[in-house]
Each structure stands twice: as C-alpha cells, then as structure tokens.
C-alpha cells in the first residue's frame, strides 16, 4: 500500500484542525494542560524536552478499550510499530525506529520498565505480561539518541507508571467482552489518608482466540503504596503478579493461509503452549537533601518462571547435542539505581547535574526435555515432557555508572549532554554432560562508553528547535546465545553486540492549543545481530555487518475547547542492509542477502488517526484509522506481508451521579472486514511467517467506581 501522501495530508489535516479550534473559540485558541514525562532529573514538561517523546494517558489506554494489550492505544505514538500477534504464548510485537523488529517473541531492542522496575533483563530480553492496563496512569514512549542513556538494548524506551491513590476512598469495578470468547474483568481500590497513599488492582483476562488452538488466561495483581515521612522524604513500594497460560497456535505459510487463515495444524499436533509465573517487588526511597539536592535510591527483586512447548520434531531431537523440544526456565532477578541529583549554577546559568550508578543481575536455570514419549520414529505421546536434554545455570549481570547534565547556557539555549559505561557480563555454567553431549560452560564480557549530546534553541514561546547525537549498543540476549548455528551444543559465544550512532533533528510547535512535532533521524549500526536459523520455534542468530535506518517522524495532537479531539501520526523509515552476507548457516549461493536489501520486520511507513468528540460527561463517539506498508518477512526479501488500513469506530456514554462515575462503551474493530497479516516472524524456516489477524470484531465494556 502507498502511503507517500500522508506526509502533506497530516499537515493539511493538523492546520485544518488548528483553523476549525480558532473558529471555534472566536480567535483565542484553547489550550492544553501542561504534559510532564519523567526524566533522570525528575519531571519535565514535554516541550522542553530535546529529543522524540510521546506520553499517553492510562484513561485514555481505557476509554472504549478492551484494556488488556500495549497495542490497543500505543499505535498513534509516531516511530513505534507495536503489532498484537493475537498469540498470548509469544507477547507483542514492538519495535522503535526499526530496533527489535527482528524478536520472533518477547521483546529486545527495545527498553521497557514498569514505575521504574526494568521489564527488561539485564541481557536485553523484555516482557509486557506484567503492564497492569487497568491501574496504569500513564506511559512514556522516547525514541532517538537519549534512549542510549538507558543501557543495553536501549532502541527506544518505553516506561509505565502506575496510579498514585488520592483523595477519598474509591472502589472500581470494569468489565469488556468481544469476539472470539473474550472477557475481562477488573476491580480496583485506591485513595490517600494523611501521608499514606494507596492503590490495588486485579483483573482476569480470558479468550478462545481468533485461530485454533490460541486460547489464553492472564491473572494479573499491581499494587503502589506511598508514604510521606516526617523529614519529607517519601518511601513507595510497588508490587506486581501475573500467572499466564496461552496456547501456541505457531505461524502459517502462505499455503495455509490461503487455505484457512485460522488454523494452527502443527500447534495443534504438538499442543505448542506456554505458561508464566512472574512475581517482582521494588521500593523507592527519595529524600531531599536542601534546596538544590536530591537522592533517589531504588531497590527490587522478582521471580519468572516459564514452561514452553515447542513444535520440534522428535526426528530432529535424535542429535546427543539437541536440547529437547520443551523449555524450562526459572528466573531470579534483582538490582538497584542509586541517583543523586543537584541544581547548581555555571557560569551564572542554571546547570542541572545527575549523577548515578544501577546494577541488575539475573540468575537462570535453563532446562530442555524432549516433548514426546516413546522411540522418536513412532513416538507415543507428543507434546508432553519428556527425557532431560539440557541442564545450565547462567547468569547475567550489568553495572552501569552514568552523568548526564543539564545546563542553560543562554536564554533561549539548552544543552544536554550524558555519558553511561555499561557493563554487561554472561557465565554459563553446563550441568548435563553426556556422551558426546560436551561441557558447553563458558563467559563473556562485553562493555561500551555511551556518550549522548543534544543542543536546543527556544525559537519563539510556542516553537522549539533541537538536535542531538549519540552512541547505544545491545548485546545478545540468553536466548539469541542459547543455541549455535552450527547445531552443536553450548551459548553462542561467536555472537558479538551490535553497536549504534544516531542523530536527530527536530521541531515542536504549540498551534492553536495543540502540539505538532516532526523529527528527522539517522541511524547507522554495525555488528547488526540478525537471525541464522529459524525452525521449530527455534532461533539462531549471528551478526551481519552494517546496517542504516534513516526516518522521519511527524505528530498532531489537539483538544478543542468544545471536546473535538484530532490525532494523527506518520511514520517513514528506510531500514536497510549495508553489507553483503548469507542468511543460513552453512551459506548458500541461494542465500546471499545483497547490500540495499531492506530488514524485515520493518513497515516502511505507517500512518495513525483519531477524530472523535469527547466530552467529560454525556454521549461520545470517534473513528480510528490505522495503516502499515508492505513488511519483509525475510532477509532476502522474498517474502512479505501485503500493506494494509483497518478503520474502528466507537461511541459510549459517561455520567456522574452523586458519588459514582459511570462508564459504558461499544467498539468495533477492522470495521470494513480487511483480511490482512497482522503480524509477521522473521525468517521463519519452514515457511510459517505470517500471523493473521482478525476480520471485523467487536467489543462492550463498562465500568464504575464508588467514592466513599
């Protein structure tokens, strides 16, 4: 699908809407509250801030929402891809100006944390089961250079934050369905007395699935308490459970697609599944030292343990080096970031210093089992666990000490600048040695100085000019190391982490009450970590030398005085291989990926809009559109999946009535009934690349909440 219209058709739009808010208002144009994300010096106003960052509002991640997936909300965030896969067992697809597109499941490449707990592992792998919808206040999306400041795998970052309770007592309650046998159903209790705060929320989540055998429950617990000690410093602790158990209903081939887009044969023959334990706890200490000092310690810890089913033959588990066709993992992790941060003066401007050091580690003990009973050529029973196959314990950890700085040069001129060394450190240590199943232990190191800069100029009250610079680098994770290309056992120690420059120009303007913002950006990276093999729901991965991602970014956000609210969003990104090198392992002449090809995974543009009338109280109704261009599915690009535009509409009613707030909404999704592939897995070797997604589907919901 060609989208290069949507460019102009976005800034006709936006001062259409700008025009129509003028006219509207009698000239005087409303505007907006102020937006603040966080930052490693505390809260900023948005405007102020030099790089690419969007913030959504958890009310609005609810209002007519299923309420159970990142993906329902975040698609009007420019430069974000993030696909429902509509397979519980694998997580959302999301990827940042092209970093992480390549995850055939979880998340990598990309930074995620939730009230300051990373959701990423100190090894780049990430998760979303754990983002409670229901209790969310808001999220924060930043992309560009400064996302580097994070660490490792840090592409983009994408933060979390739980409500904090006020006020009087509240009691909730929410509850949705929609197609396909889906229900959720949502309780929460929040308020404030004196100095303790409070907030605690459940909610089930359970669905049939569009396709066969992709059935999922999620039970999920988020709670957030604070409390104001005399000093004035304020103590908060956050905790969080889930228990998921989702059925595998794998890729199809283009074959099978056409044949019946919902099947899941294969899932079905080796009952693919996945089930998640996840516990995890943090407490946040922060003190005010005197006017122009503060310190901020964070300290938590978690447990995750997973069990996986995967579709491997019993055939290709006769090798003494294979490692079974079921994972087991349990997961102990832990760290802490200790800040410190100082408002001072140089050179008689204001100069903001941060200084801090965070530290995580992660413990795993990884087990594989077959996933049949009896000999391999006429098994008994598939898809059960079987005979041991692989025994390790590793272990990861990160240091990482940064300094970022702040300083207002001039009256109109800012300059940033921050620099991070991380640290990144891997041991495996091999317990099952077996014939010729050989001691696989081993260690790696990897380390990087992360500098970032940006410059930004004040140009007039409601226009902001800036740019920036700067360095990331992202390792490989425990499961691009688990398993080598060349089919023997033991981490693939031969896979080196790829490092990135980035820059960035861009522009913010308040018009008419709303934001426009634009951003021009380039990537290059080298060492880019690509996948080798893909069978079986197992990946292996090497590097592949250069790569460019150039882009450019373009937002509208607008509320009129009278309730219209517009929101559009353009993405462009040319994500391309820079050098010549073969995507299997051994290589072929058939599997030479030529320079210029582009990296799969990856929508070339992508386009979002929203226009709806939502007042405070009464009836409301709106209509969303979203498009995505073609997708490679595949390094030599010979596969894809076709672009594509679904449309939703929605309409719902809001009350108060004495001391409840009362919520009611109807959805409808894919409006027209558009059959298209939702998303795809990259380099898929049997074949299986595409993930349907469903034709028309509909939702219900409604929610109240009792003030005492």
């Known amino acids: 699908m060609k989208l290069s219209f949507v460019a102009s058709a976005c800034l006709l739009l936006a001062a259409a ?21 966080s930052t490693p010096a505390g809260p900023t106003p948005l405007f102020e801030v030099a790089g690419s960052v969007d913030r959504v509002e958890g009310v609005d991640m609810r209002d007519s929402r299923l309420g159970v997936n990142l993906s329902e909300s975040l698609s009007g965030v420019p430069g974000l891809q993030i696909q429902n896969r509509n397979n519980y067992a694998q997580d959302l697809q999301i990827s940042i100006r092209g970093f ?58 994408v933060q979390s934050f739980t409500e904090t309770g006020e006020g009087p007592p509240t009691l909730g309650f929410s509850m949705a369905a929609a197609s396909f046998g889906t ?58 459970s889930v ?54 310690l964070l300290v938590y810890g978690g447990q995750r343990k997973t069990s996986q089913y ?26 802490l970031d200790l800040r410190w941060i100082s408002r001072m003066q140089l050179a008689d401007r204001p100069f903001e210093l941060v200084a801090g050091l965070e530290y995580n580690k992660l413990r795993e003990q990884r087990t594989g089992y077959e996933n049949f009973l009896g000999p391999a050529a006429r098994p008994l029973l598939l898809g059960v666990q079987g005979r041991l ?20 040069f001039a009256e109109n001129w800012t300059l940033e600048a921050g620099v991070r060394r991380s640290t990144v450190d891997f041991d495996s240590q091999d317990h099952y040695i077996v014939g010729a199943n050989r001691n696989d232990s081993g260690s790696a190191r990897y380390a990087e100085t992360l500098p970032v800069a940006s410059l930004r100029y004040q140009a007039t009250r409601d226009l902001a000019l800036y740019t920036s610079v700067g360095r990331g680098f992202e390792t490989p994770t425990l499961n691009e190391l688990s398993y080598r290309p060349d089919g023997l056992g033991g981490l693939n120690f031969a896979l080196q982490p790829a490092t990135n420059d980035s820059f960035e120009v861009g522009a913010k303007a ?24 893909n069978v079986g729901g197992r990946a292996t991965f090497q590097n592949a030398g250069q790569t460019t991602r150039d882009g450019f970014e373009l937002a509208w956000q607008h509320q009129s005085a009278s309730n219209w609210r517009t929101q559009l969003a353009y993405t462009w990104l040319d994500a391309r291989y820079s050098d010549t090198f073969c995507s299997t392992v051994p290589c072929t002449a058939a599997a030479i990926v030529p320079a210029g090809n582009r990296i799969p995974g990856i929508a070339p543009q992508a386009f979002f809009a929203s226009f709806g009338w939502v007042p405070p109280q009464g009836w409301r109704a709106g209509a969303e559109l979203r498009a995505l261009s073609k997708i490679e599915a595949n390094d030599r690009n010979t596969v894809s999946a076709p672009g594509y535009a679904v449309a939703a509409l929605f309409a719902g009613y809001v009350m108060q009535w004495q001391r409840w707030d009362l919520n009611a909404f109807a959805r409808i999704d894919n409006l027209f009934d558009r059959q298209y592939i939702g998303s795809v897995i990259v380099n898929e070797g049997n074949a299986r690349y595409y993930e349907p997604a469903p034709g028309r589907n509909w939702t219900i919901g409604m929610s109240a909440a009792y003030r005492f």
């Open 243 to 296: 228990r998921l158990d989702a059925q595998d209903p794998l890729g199809l081939t283009a074959e099978q697609y056409a044949l019946n887009r919902r099947s899941a044969v294969v899932a079905t023959q080796f009952d693919t599944r996945k089930t998640v334990d996840q516990t995890q706890a943090g407490l946040t200490y922060e003190r005010r030292l005197d006017a122009d000092n503060t310190l901020r």
């Open 100 to 157: 992480g597109a390549r995850s055939t499941f979880g998340v990598r490449g990309v930074r995620l944390y939730v009230d300051g707990i990373p959701a990423t592992l100190p090894d780049g792998q990430g998760q979303t089961s754990n983002i409670d919808i229901g209790s969310v206040d808001h999220v924060e999306v930043l992309r560009g250079p400064f996302s580097a400041l994070y660490g490792n795998s840090s592409g983009g970052v």
């Open 183 to 240: 229900t959720r159903t949502g309780v929460k209790a929040s308020g404030s007395s004196g100095a303790v705060d409070y907030l605690l929320s459940g909610g089930h989540f359970e669905t049939d699935g569009y396709r066969d055998h992709s059935a999922a429950k999620r039970d999920i617990i988020n709670g957030k308490m604070g409390f104001t000690l005399e000093d004035g410093s304020r103590l908060t602790l956050v905790a969080n």
């Open 17 to 37: 809407s700008a025009a129509q808010a003028q006219a509207q208002n009698g000239g005087s144009a409303p505007t907006l509250g102020e937006v603040t994300v």
């Open 310 to 335: 995967q579709a491997i033959p019993p055939t290709a588990q006769l090798s003494p080096t294979s490692a079974g066709g079921v994972i087991g993992l349990a997961r102990d992790y832990g760290g």
């Open 389 to 408: 196959r692989r025994n390790e314990t590793n272990e990861v950890y990160n240091l990482d000490p940064y300094l970022q700085g702040n300083w207002r």
């Open 510 to 533: 308040r018009l008419s009450g709303g934001l426009l913002t634009a951003a021009l950006f380039k990537t290059r990276t080298s060492d880019e970590i690509v996948t080798a093999t």
